[in-house]
């Protein structure tokens, strides 16, 4: 007698199945929309889909994969920071300075990273959405990567001077920003960043 638990192997046949990804990109958003990022496992949206959760790994790889997908990016936050993380700690405000404006001046990943943006201000639930997947897929690493006292507040701090960059040179093209060089906003920003990631250097008054 079999004693084992669990849903039996998923015919990998099924991964073809005419409209099984688009089933999971609607019953995903229907959940971030509604639960948020937080409130959205894969299990969860695998049962609305009606699908087994292993497919929602092939299609999309993991649950950020999923969130990009249903925002329609073609380079996710996350992938950008990935880019920049590796490499001489020093460097890394110019790094991450670099890695942003590459992918919002890139013609393929600019337009969907702006798209997101305005449905963020527009819609509450998206807002929701968005803060949630930037507090636990960037915040969150980027304050394990960088570590020590205060980390995930330091990290919070660089990631709204790297929101500053995004608003005032991509979103509302205020002047000087949107008008200089890329080479020119990295160098002149890189030491406003490498402060936010290194924190106030003395104790807060009392």
């Known amino acids: 007698m079999n004693t084992k638990r669990g849903r039996p192997p998923v015919d990998p046949s099924r991964a073809g199945a005419p409209g099984t990804r688009e089933r999971i990109l609607l019953a995903a958003r229907r959940r971030l929309l509604s639960r948020g990022y937080t409130g959205t496992t894969l299990r969860a949206v695998a049962a609305d889909a009606g699908v087994d959760a292993s497919l929602i790994s092939y299609y999309f790889g993991s649950k950020q994969g999923l969130f990009s997908a249903v925002m329609r990016l073609t380079l996710s936050p996350p992938q950008v920071l990935t880019s920049a993380l590796a490499g001489d700690p020093a460097r890394l405000p110019e790094r991450l300075l670099a890695a942003l404006t590459a992918a919002w001046e890139d013609p393929d990943s600019g337009p969907a990273l702006r798209a997101l943006v305005v449905m963020a201000l527009e819609e509450p639930a998206v807002l929701r ?13 980027l304050a394990e990567q960088i570590g020590g006292r205060r980390a995930t507040a330091r990290a919070g701090a660089a990631v709204s001077t790297l929101a500053g960059v995004v608003f005032t040179r991509y979103v509302l093209r205020l002047q000087p920003s949107a008008g200089m060089s890329r080479e020119q906003l990295i160098h002149d920003l890189a030491p406003a960043l490498r402060a936010s990631l290194a924190g106030p250097t003395s104790p807060r008054p009392r």
Do not use: G
């Open 129 to 141: 959405a968005v803060v949630e997947f930037f507090e636990q897929e960037v915040i969150a690493r």
